[in-house]
Each structure stands twice: as C-alpha cells, then as structure tokens.
C-alpha cells in the first residue's frame, strides 16, 4: 500500500426515513432556535410544510434557490436571514438549495442543517461555487461544510425518474474521479466502490419503479458516499470539463455529467488500470467506460450534449476553454484529444469511438 493522508471533516449525519421529523431536535442540539428554511420555488410546498412543523423554531422561509448559486439571490436571502434574526438554516433540496446554505454561511458563519433530495453530493462538501455577471467561481472553505446532514428516504421519493438517473450517474461520477484521484486513499476508496455499486444496482429499479423504498435507501446511501468522496480528494478532468461545459454553454448540472463520465473515464482509462478495475466490478460489467455509458443507456438518460442544448459550433470553443487552465489528471490533457473526447460526447458515440 501506498502512503496516504486521510482528512474527514466533521458532519453529523441522520439516515432512514422519517428523519425529517429529526430537524427540530437537531436545531435544538446546534444550540438555535431561530431557523431560516431554504428550499427552490419548485419545493416551496415541502418547505412550507417543515416550517409548519419546526413550529417556533422557523423563524422564516426562503423559496428562491436557484441553480448555479447567483449571488444577487443570496444577498436577499442573507437579508431576510437578518431581518428574522435567523441563527441557522434548514435547506431542504438538491445542490441549487444546498447552495444557497452555504453561500448565506459563508458571509453569516450560522450554521446549516441540509436535507438533501437530490444525489447531487454538495451536503457533503466544502465546496461552494457562486455564480456574479454569469461567471461561476467555486471555492473550498470550511465555512460552507454543513453541520449537520438528514438524509430522509421519504423526501426522495418523488425526484422524477429522469432527475434520479441523471443525478445518480452524477454522484457516480465524483466516485469514479475519486478512485483514480492524485490524493486518492484506501478509505475515500472504499466509499467510491461502494457508493457505485449501490447506485449502479437502484438506479434502474428505482426508474421502473419509482416508489420502489429499498431502491431509493440504496440511491441516497449511495450519494451520500459519493458526495463524500467529492469532498475527501481531488477531482480531475472528468469534473473541470463539466464545469467548462455547464458554466459556459449553459447546459443543465446532473445532464453534463451523465453524458461526459464515459467518455472522461475512457480518456482516463490506460493511466489509471486498477482504478478501471474497481470501477468495472462495482457496475458488474467487464470495462468502467462502457459500464458507465450501458449503465445511462439502460436508464433512458441522455447520451450526447446536443440532445442537452450544445450546438456543434461551440465543440472548439470547448476544447480550447478546457485545456486553459493547466490541472492534474491521470493522464495529461492535449487540445487534440480533448476534442475528439468532446466531439464523441456531443454525438453520443460510443466511448473510446
Ligand atoms: P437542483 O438542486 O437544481 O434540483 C433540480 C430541480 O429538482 C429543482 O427544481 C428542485 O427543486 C427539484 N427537486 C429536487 N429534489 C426533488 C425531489 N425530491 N422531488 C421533486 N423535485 C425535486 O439540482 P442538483 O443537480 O441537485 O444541484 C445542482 C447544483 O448543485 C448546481 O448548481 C451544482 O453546481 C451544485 N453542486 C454543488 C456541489 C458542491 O459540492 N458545491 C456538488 C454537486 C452539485
């Protein structure tokens, strides 16, 4: 064995179904009793609905999260935060509301309770990204890492089939990243097996049976370890593309990254063997790239950019903003090979075409 550092940041987390009934004893626990409940316009029932139940402790609630973190939403949410005298929040939804959460942490330092209902990962990381004049810039600071996580099956049930294949292939990813990390170790590792074996065995059930409970359990047990992985190492080419791709181009979050991760682990593919193999077994298939591509196929999701939005023109835009800024990858980034990687996901080729 190599060796490794190991860091694990500190996260309280609540598993099962129900647990949103937790959330008041969890306020308690932070020592506040003044929450600001956060959620989309989408979930502002949902959230209404916590607030209801948080009773006293709901000091208000905030129903415009939107995707991407725009910092002119977050100064009026940090604003309704002060006007209420809130001392923590409640963000109940996917990476858009767990966003606002953090970015309000991040200028107000109150504490954060998230009840995920995506498997997008952000609850689980110190990571936050905000989006000022259309440009987004992501940043790591333990001021955004949550307190506290309540994961509750329940609340999942209801992420439409395709926002759960997406989302899915989307945690999945940060698994795969994490496997062939540059600070990868034996721990993170084991999450990422695990956190994509879980995933790649619900996510089919769960879309031909989307009120199937122990899909779902596994779907959201898998996220979380993949979100956690997302936090505990380095991500490379697979996650800078996606980030090129959606911040530029404007194309939907979870979608990017289904129709990218073959073709980014396929690029990957002969500098990371054993990463590769781990990957493979944990899908049940013999090779990671076309696992991961079989896998979205099985599951209706989309194959290429075009079917997302992207025009062909913008293929060499792509290509050239990708390789701009120099970064670590298992295997170094060339203009040439990134755009033939480009072009075959904007086609949805087949990995390796
Ligand atoms: P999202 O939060 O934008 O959710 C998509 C839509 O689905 C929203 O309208 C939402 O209200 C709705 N929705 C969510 N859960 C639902 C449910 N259970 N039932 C019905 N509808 C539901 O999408 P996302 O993919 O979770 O998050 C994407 C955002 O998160 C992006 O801005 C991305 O950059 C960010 N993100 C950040 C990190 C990080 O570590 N900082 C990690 C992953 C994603």
Wanted: charged content about 20%; glycine content about 8%; hydrophobic content about 45%.
């Amino acid at each position: 064995m190599k060796p490794f550092a190991y860091t694990s940041d500190p996260v309280r987390v609540i598993f099962g179904r129900g647990t949103i009934d937790h959330v008041a004893g969890e306020v308690r626990r932070l020592g506040c009793g003044r929450a600001l409940v956060l959620s989309t316009p989408q979930q502002k029932s949902e959230a209404t609905d916590l607030a209801r139940r948080l009773g006293a402790l709901a000091a208000g609630t905030f129903h415009d999260a939107t995707m991407h973190t725009p910092t002119d939403v977050t100064e009026r949410a940090v604003a309704l935060a002060r006007e209420v005298q809130a001392d923590c929040t409640v963000a109940l939804g996917g990476g858009s509301t767990t966003g606002l959460g953090k970015a309000i942490a991040l200028r107000t330092d109150l504490p954060q309770i998230v009840i995920p209902t995506t498997y997008a990962g952000s609850e689980a990381t110190a990571i936050i990204g905000e989006t000022k004049d259309g440009v987004k810039v992501t940043q790591r600071t333990l001021k955004v890492l949550p307190e506290v996580i309540v994961y509750d099956v329940d609340l999942n049930m209801t992420l439409p089939p395709m926002l759960t294949a997406t989302s899915g292939m989307n945690a999945i990813a940060h698994a795969v990243e994490a496997l062939y990390a540059q600070d990868q170790n034996p721990v993170t590792s084991l999450m990422a097996d695990e956190g994509i074996r879980a995933l790649a065995r619900a996510l089919p059930v769960i879309v031909a049976d989307p009120q199937n409970v122990d899909a779902r359990t596994d779907a959201l047990y898998g996220a979380w370890l993949c979100g956690t992985c997302l936090n505990a190492v380095g991500m490379a080419l697979h996650h800078k593309l996606c980030h090129t791709l959606g911040g530029s181009f404007d194309l939907p979050h979870a979608e990017v990254h289904t129709v990218v991760i073959p073709h980014a682990t396929e690029f990957n593919a002969a500098a990371a063997p054993e990463a590769m193999r781990r990957i493979a077994a944990a899908l049940g298939a013999s090779d990671a790239a076309q696992g991961l591509f079989e896998l979205s196929q099985r599951l209706g999701a989309p194959t290429s950019l075009s079917q997302l939005g992207m025009k062909a023109e913008a293929i060499d835009k792509a290509a050239d903003l990708a390789v701009k800024s120099p970064y670590w990858n298992p295997r170094p980034i060339d203009r040439e090979s990134i755009r033939h990687l480009i072009g075959n996901a904007f086609h949805g080729r087949r990995p390796g075409a």
